[in-house]
């Protein structure tokens, strides 16, 4: 008899002990079990196998195994644990969240391949039937496993044509498990990549430290200087010797370009893992993990966990993006930081990239915790391009209220004039962000939460971002019933609508969360502006960074002040690295090109500093910035939020928190407070934020759990939810 610990994925820090009958089948950590909780079946994770138990009490025994799990290497099991204990997260819920595939109940489908036989190729001649014929001819010339429903282009009887040919032996059929990609199997392509010369001394710098197991690096560069062409070549180095690779990237939008430049040289041995893949797709990929068919994964922040047994590097590219943290649900990971973490534990390789590194990634650089790589070229014979910064004041003082200066319209078109392509970037999506009565002066705000509603034009709907409300937009003032309803703040469909009033004949791209919403919208417009198909590109900041037009000659920012307003002390470093990418779209290819920066605030240091490509400049001023402030990477935050739907409950519920961590002397505790948005669907919002030193926090954490509790962070309550966000980006 072996006792098994199960951990339910639930709010709660304990685990359970069931029994299982060891003469049944093989079972393994990791593994998804059925077990009875609380009088009803659930699903669950196993985290531990042991012959005996110290537990008094009846023990149940495991209901059944879940037979499509796979069996997980010892280094992804630590690699989650950490997450745990790091993140302060139920290990269940943990579970959950990074391999929630070790629960998948469906089997992959069977699908029926066919192949003409040597019989069938001396005998075709002899064939009197049309039909059957043709299907031979077909079969001959392709002369390998096809899917059997490929022949539907010939006949649409065809399964019982086949069914004929079969039975005199001129073709052979069989079942297979749906796969990825069935006839390149595992094939490997050899380097087609030739690197400059400066690319090639910093691979093979690269290759011979992990060779002489120094594996930690951080690589960056100018825009466009060809980072992922070394890192691709240090891939390949990495899978000629049998081992694993996981590339993660921090935007769906930008996995179908990654895929593509690896699948140029790992054709059939690469797949993608992202959440808009459906079950089956996962289920596929999985399987063909399992058969070691699999040996790239390329994906965003869930790929990092994907059950690869002989990882060899692990790839993290534009690794200062926020979406790299987890925001939604529990545990609050950086798939950055985690990506560290499970590098060390698998004793695998690690590649950090971006032209903008993150400060907690430059301040490791100047404690030499990475090997540190800059590439100074760009990879084609392209310039940087020609930076101009528009001071938008004197702009509205020419011409009030302007959207689009008239130098910005001025280079557009003689760009348009000579076929070249132009991007524009505004990063508000919507018509308008404020709907404002200019007689009341009331906003038209969400009844669920305390933010403007936002004006879509194309559906005439007034919209929350944060909780999905809809209403029809009115001109009519439902305060004052005054028809004096105004639209301020511009948005992507506006800047989209002003476009196609400038330039009537050019086609145009909106590039934004309402145009990408479907599964394939957002590869479809990429590749149709890739392809020349539309001559300007304008979204919000998914099209700032990772994405290489060859026809682009013309980058502009509408308004570089959006992000820099809010209450954020990385509002700085955000929107130099918002701009600083961005200006590296234009140019990439071609040896003339421009970046137009519009500001009304042109004296602010970092956008200053981003159109001077002063880079070196820009993180010495961050650092000692976040020194004098004893803000990351100097110091460690915690937030802890609460939220619910009566204020004085969450208020009093907070408070008693804050006078518990008073008890820690060497802390600083920011608030509570009211969050910025102080409610989000119907839910009122506090939070407080704790500064710690980087050297005590395990101390710290012990006293979270011993002195406040975990309990408080698993407690089931109608009247509030707490969490504990460590390492928080978001502070809204």
Not at 182 to 197: A, H, T, V
Request: proline fraction near 2%.
């Amino acid at each position: 008899m072996l006792y098994i610990k199960v951990s339910i994925p639930i709010l709660l820090f304990k685990t359970f002990i069931y029994s299982y009958d060891k003469s049944e089948k093989k079972i393994f950590v990791g593994q998804g079990a059925l077990v009875e909780f609380n009088n009803r079946k659930v699903d669950g994770f196993i985290i531990d196998i042991s012959k005996k138990t110290d537990f008094k009490s009846k023990i149940s025994p495991i209901l059944s195994l879940n037979k499509n799990s796979i069996e997980l290497s010892k280094e992804l099991i630590k690699t989650i644990n950490w997450i745990s204990n790091y993140y302060i997260s139920p290990i269940g819920k943990t579970l959950k969240a990074t391999i929630p595939y070790q629960l998948y109940k469906n089997t992959i489908n069977k699908v029926k391949y066919i192949k003409i036989t040597s019989l069938g190729i001396q005998n075709i001649n002899t064939v009197k039937f049309d039909k059957q014929l043709a299907i031979l001819n077909y079969l001959k010339e392709k002369n390998i496993f096809l899917t059997i429903s490929d022949l539907n282009i010939i006949s649409k009887s065809y399964l019982q044509i086949c069914k004929s040919l079969e039975k005199k032996k001129y073709v052979f059929i069989e079942e297979r498990d749906s796969s990825l990609n069935i006839n390149n199997g595992n094939d490997f392509i050899k380097d087609s990549i030739e690197l400059n010369i400066e690319q090639n001394n910093i691979y093979n710098n690269i290759i011979e430290k992990i060779n002489n197991n120094d594996k930690k690096f951080i690589l960056s560069g100018v825009p466009g200087c060809g980072k992922t062409e070394v890192y691709v070549q240090i891939i390949s180095q990495i899978i000629k010797n049998n081992k694993q690779a996981i590339v993660l990237v921090p935007e769906i939008s930008l996995i179908n370009q990654t895929y593509l430049r690896l699948n140029k040289i790992f054709k059939g041995c690469i797949a993608v893992w992202h959440s808009k893949l459906s079950l089956k797709e996962k289920t596929i990929t999985l399987n063909e993990i399992k058969k070691n068919n699999i040996q790239i994964i390329v994906g965003v922040r869930s790929a990092l966990f994907v059950p690869f047994n002989n990882l060899g590097i692990i790839v993290v590219d534009e690794e200062q993006e926020n979406s790299y943290k987890q925001t939604g649900q529990a545990p609050f990971y950086n798939a950055r930081d985690v990506a560290i973490i499970r590098s060390k534990f698998s004793d695998c390789s690690l590649i950090l990239c971006s032209a903008t590194l993150s400060l907690e990634s430059f301040y490791n650089i100047k404690n030499n915790k990475f090997n540190y790589y800059y590439i100074n070229n760009r990879f084609y014979e392209s310039n940087t391009p020609h930076i101009q910064l528009i001071n938008m004041e004197r702009e509205f003082y020419k011409n009030k209220n302007p959207i689009l200066s008239q130098f910005l319209i001025e280079r557009m078109r003689e760009t348009l004039d000579k076929n070249e392509q132009i991007i524009l970037l505004q990063n508000r999506r919507s018509y308008s962000y404020i709907v404002k009565c200019t007689n009341c002066e009331k906003n038209s705000n969400c009844p669920n939460c305390n933010v403007s509603l936002k004006y879509h034009k194309n559906q005439n709907l007034l919209k929350c971002h944060h909780c999905d409300y809809k209403q029809l937009f009115n001109k009519i003032c439902k305060q004052c019933n005054k028809n004096s309803i105004k639209l301020y703040g511009i948005g992507t469909q506006k800047i989209e609508e002003i476009l196609h009033k400038l330039f009537t004949t050019s086609t145009i791209l909106r590039y934004d969360k309402d145009t990408t919403a479907n599964k394939n919208s957002f590869v479809d417009i990429l590749n149709k502006f890739d392809n020349q198909e539309a001559d300007i590109l304008i979204g919000t900041q998914m099209i700032a960074k990772g994405l290489d037009f060859k026809n682009v000659s013309l980058v502009a920012i509408v308004n570089a002040d959006l992000g820099m307003m809010l209450p954020d002390f990385r509002s700085g470093e955000k929107t130099f690295q918002l701009l600083y990418q961005f200006i590296g779209r234009a140019g990439r290819h071609k040896k003339n090109s421009k970046a137009i920066i519009q500001s009304y605030n042109v004296q602010d240091e970092y956008i200053k500093f981003a159109c001077e490509n002063k880079l070196d400049d820009y993180y010495q001023y961050a650092l000692d910035e976040r020194k004098d402030l004893n803000y990351p990477p100097f110091s460690r935050l915690i937030k802890i939020n609460i939220s619910g739907r009566n204020k004085k409950i969450i208020f009093d519920k907070i408070n008693i928190i804050y006078k518990k961590l008073t008890l820690y002397k060497d802390i600083i505790i920011l608030g509570p407070t009211e969050c910025p948005i102080e409610k989000i669907n119907n839910l009122f919002r506090y939070h407080l934020i704790i500064k710690n030193s980087k050297n005590d926090w395990i101390n710290f954490y012990k006293f979270i759990i011993n002195t406040i509790g975990l309990n408080e962070f698993e407690t089931k309550s109608k009247k509030f939810k707490l969490s504990i966000d460590v390492d928080p980006i978001s502070f809204l």
